[in-house]
């Protein structure tokens, strides 16, 4: 078996000189001058019968990639077993508790800090990771208090939604392995994707996985549109990526001088 697309930043050969990634030594890295460091945050669950299990790690494993590569930043491995205990029912997912993913996080950060990291941009992929919004919130405070010069910021894959307004068909409702994901994992790796297997809609609120497994809910597994996927449109929306988390950085930094000038 080939090893799929996202395999492929891991080598040296794929990265553009001024990216670091796992594969470079400790002098490329003392040779860096980049303070940046970002972590693309997967899940290992199951995406229905179309999609691998591995899918929120292979998509956002690619759209980090490319951010990465336009802030000339450190690009982490995939962090890919986190909070997928919504999926637990379904063999093949592997889960982390979210308290467990925030101290992953945590050390994570404050590590990077040690090492002269002074920015860790968190990629998450995957809705079920949202007690990440709480951790960051209090660790920027921590740091902050502990006179350390380390931020962390939270990117989310969804952040193309408002613009994805003419390229999908389904702009609501389509939340696990639907037209988005399943348009993503045709441009990155089709030879992955199966033919999605039909089931009802889906018609109660997404927080009802507070309560119900996924599966029991959705019949396959997937919660969305798969069937109104396409290779074209999961380029125009991995092309929108790095615009979308390049503008919101560029917002936080403009917010950040205009409090410093007042
Ligand atoms: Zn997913």
Same mark, same amino acid.
């Given at each position: 078996m080939r090893p799929p697309e996202s395999a492929r930043h891991y080598t040296l050969k794929?990265?553009?000189?001024?990216?670091?990634?796992?594969? *470079?030594t400790r002098n490329d890295f003392e040779a860096h001058s980049s303070v940046t460091a970002v972590?693309?945050?997967?899940?290992?669950?199951? *995406?229905?019968?179309?999609?691998?299990?591995?899918t929120d790690t292979i998509i956002v494993g690619e759209l980090a990639h490319r951010l990465a590569e336009r802030l000339d930043a450190?690009? @982490?491995?995939?962090?890919?077993?986190?909070?997928?205990?919504? *999926?637990?029912?379904?063999?093949?997912?592997?889960?982390? !508790?979210?308290?467990? @993913?925030?101290l992953v996080i945590r050390d994570i950060a404050d590590s990077l800090r040690v090492t002269g990291y002074r920015k860790l941009i968190l990629v998450n992929g995957h809705g079920g990771n949202w007690i990440l919004k709480p951790t960051i919130?209090? =660790?920027?405070?921590?740091?902050?208090d502990a006179g350390h010069a380390m931020e962390v910021i939270l990117i989310t894959t969804g952040i193309v939604n408002k613009r994805t307004v003419g390229i999908v068909? *389904?702009?609501?409702? $389509?939340?696990?392995?639907?037209? !988005?994901e399943t348009s993503l994992m045709l441009h990155f790796c089709e030879e992955h994707v199966k033919k999605p297997v039909?089931?009802?809609?889906?018609?109660?609120?997404?927080?009802?996985?507070?309560?119900?497994?996924?599966v029991d809910l959705t019949g396959d597994g997937y919660?969305?549109?798969?069937?109104?996927?396409?290779?074209? !449109?999961?380029?125009?929306?991995?092309? =929108?990526?790095?615009?979308?988390?390049? $503008?919101? =950085?560029?917002?936080?930094?403009r917010v950040r001088k205009s409090l410093k000038t007042e």
């Open positions: 794929g990265c553009p000189p001024l990216m670091l990634t796992m594969f *470079h972590l693309p945050i997967g899940a290992i669950e199951q *995406h229905g019968s179309h999609l691998p299990v591995g450190y690009l @982490l491995p995939t962090l890919s077993i986190t909070a997928s205990i919504e *999926h637990r029912k379904s063999k093949g997912t592997v889960y982390l !508790k979210a308290d467990t @993913l925030a919130r209090q =660790l920027n405070r921590d740091f902050e068909q *389904h702009t609501e409702g $389509d939340i696990h392995g639907g037209e !988005k039909q089931q009802p809609p889906t018609a109660v609120p997404q927080d009802f996985l507070d309560y119900f497994d996924a919660w969305g549109f798969p069937e109104a996927a396409s290779k074209e !449109k999961g380029r125009l929306i991995a092309d =929108l990526f790095a615009d979308c988390a390049v $503008d919101y =950085l560029d917002q936080i930094e």
